[in-house]
């Protein structure tokens, strides 16, 4: 079976779902220093992007006002 590497910031639970489905989960928590390397490039922001234009469109049909433009 293939080995897949994804680079990506996990947060709250998901480790802990991960690893209730019996699957290998590799982490580590990331030095102080590391995080300024590990901020969003310049591909990473159409995703951001993409993700606000939902949020935005979740909080407009859920009539809930967003401070975030």
């Not at 290998?24 to 590990?38: F, G, M, S, T």
């Not at 939902?54 to 401070?67: C, D, G, I, P, W």
Request: aromatic share 8%; glycine share 0%.
């Amino acid at each position: 079976m293939p080995k897949f590497i994804y680079n990506k910031f996990a947060r709250d639970v998901i480790p802990e779902v991960i690893e209730k489905t019996d699957k290998e989960l590799p982490i580590r928590i990331l030095e102080q220093e590391e995080y300024k390397d590990a901020a969003p490039k310049e591909e990473d922001e159409v995703e951001l992007a993409d993700i606000l234009e939902l949020l935005h469109a979740y909080f407009e049909r859920k009539s809930v006002s967003s401070t975030v433009n």
